[in-house]
């Protein structure tokens, strides 16, 4: 495993160190080979708190508000208002779009509840009838990037023509994608914009690939097309229903960006040949962002994101005590707990896509001096 960042900037970040072993500490041992008992023994600390019991009926108050944000917005624009009220419905739309997001990840977490079915229908309403980024292409990408994280040629979160989120992708870049991968540590901040839109270019070319998969988002797909194009394209006219749907597309991309980009980008990168425990590799290719109520508000609870990805299923209303847990846990064990506030943890996202460009080009020129040597 490679470290992705030499200069970590975390408010909390506890290393290994020599510890009494009798004590239950991690000590100079070797995390991989103890993680999953360590794992067995966090869990049942958070089982034993009550950290997994369901809450569907708190999560109801949270589709309640997503429903009736998105429904004001989307009524809102169809009395074709001034550009003031215009832009803040769309921006309102957005916000709830994000937050229709984050209740269809804990829905197919089976987070909001453990029938599958009654998840299924939560997902594919909140994810590919409000946002287009359907269900299924959800399912598919968001399971392997669990499976996955940060595996720097597994993680489909890591893969990308455009960025180099680890040192050999920026090494096969070419044309369009080595420029961007240039100047990558501030385009990743401007273009992230635009993640509205490929996400649901990502979901029509899934459904595309995997009709069998996506059969249930093929009949869902064109009623959200419909909301979309047949009462306000009847109320508005083709052109502004259009400019409305990009510009609510557009909005989304933001606050996406904001929620995800600092997660796992300058933590460890893990080869796919590396040996590692899954409890090492959760813990120490995420981080932790603000533990704040508006922070766990904003972010769905995904600011808890090292106790999420140790354990998808933890419902958000688990997921703030599981925090204080599961930190008092990897300080008692000397074991790495990331965490931070995200304007540091953007800073750390912008300096490790710097080092890798640099590192990049550094290679690259070294290649074609020696090229032009012989």
């Known amino acids: 495993m490679t470290t992705s960042s030499s200069t970590p900037c975390n408010d909390v970040f506890v290393g290994f160190g020599a510890r009494d072993g009798a004590s239950g500490n991690a000590g100079g041992s070797d995390l991989s080979s103890i993680g999953d008992g360590l794992y067995r023994m966090l869990r049942h600390e958070l089982k034993d708190a009550g950290c997994f019991e369901p809450?569907?009926?708190?999560?109801?108050?949270?589709?309640?508000?997503?429903?009736?944000?998105?429904?004001?917005?989307?009524?809102?624009?169809?009395?074709?208002?001034?550009?003031?009220?215009?832009l803040a419905a769309l921006?309102?739309?957005a916000f709830a779009n994000v937050h229709a997001g984050f209740i269809g990840h804990e829905a197919g977490h089976?987070?909001?509840?453990?029938?599958?079915r009654v998840a299924d229908v939560i997902g594919y309403f909140f994810f590919t009838f409000l946002t287009a980024l359907?269900?299924?292409?959800?399912?598919?990408?968001?399971?392997?990037?669990?499976?996955?994280?940060?595996?720097?040629?597994?993680?489909?979160?890591?893969?990308?023509?455009?960025?180099s989120m680890y040192l050999e992708s920026a090494l096969e870049k070419r044309g369009?994608?080595?420029?961007?991968?240039?100047?990558?540590?501030?385009?990743?901040?401007?273009?992230?914009?635009?993640?509205g839109f490929t996400l649901k270019i990502d979901s029509v070319r899934?459904?595309?690939?995997?009709?069998?998969r996506a059969r249930v988002d093929w009949l869902i797909f064109p009623l959200h097309l419909a909301l979309w194009s047949v009462l306000p394209v009847y109320v508005l006219g083709f052109g502004d229903a259009a400019v409305n749907y990009a510009l609510m597309t557009w909005f989304t991309g933001p606050y996406l960006g904001a929620v995800f980009l600092v997660n796992h980008i300058g933590t460890e990168v893990v080869g796919p040949d590396d040996d590692i425990s899954f409890f090492e590799q959760q813990i120490t290719t995420t981080r932790n962002l603000g533990a704040s109520r508006i922070a766990d508000f904003l972010f769905g609870g995904i600011n808890n994101h090292i106790e999420h990805h140790l354990f998808p299923n933890l419902p958000r209303k688990g997921l703030r005590r599981a925090r204080t847990i599961t930190r008092d846990f990897c300080q008692r064990h000397g074991i790495p707990y990331r965490e931070t506030s995200w304007l540091r943890a953007a800073a750390e996202v912008s300096r490790f896509l710097r080092e890798v460009t640099e590192s990049a080009r550094a290679i690259k020129c070294e290649t074609r001096a020696a090229g032009g040597a012989s």
Not at 66 to 78: D, E, P
Not at 151 to 162: C, F, W
Not at 180 to 187: C, F, N, S
Request: hydrophobic share 40%; aromatic share 12%; with cysteine.
């Open 55 to 86: 809450a569907l009926w708190r999560q109801m108050g949270n589709m309640v508000f997503v429903v009736s944000a998105f429904g004001l917005g989307y009524l809102t624009l169809l009395g074709d208002p001034a550009t003031g009220p215009r």
């Open 91 to 93: 921006a309102l739309i």
């Open 176 to 195: 369009l994608g080595w420029l961007v991968t240039r100047y990558q540590a501030v385009l990743i901040w401007v273009l992230v914009s635009l993640q």
């Open 206 to 212: 899934f459904m595309c690939r995997e009709p069998r």
């Open 134 to 163: 359907t269900y299924g292409h959800f399912q598919d990408i968001h399971t392997r990037h669990h499976s996955n994280c940060n595996v720097r040629t597994h993680d489909p979160d890591m893969q990308s023509g455009a960025f």
């Open 110 to 116: 089976r987070a909001v509840t453990r029938k599958r």
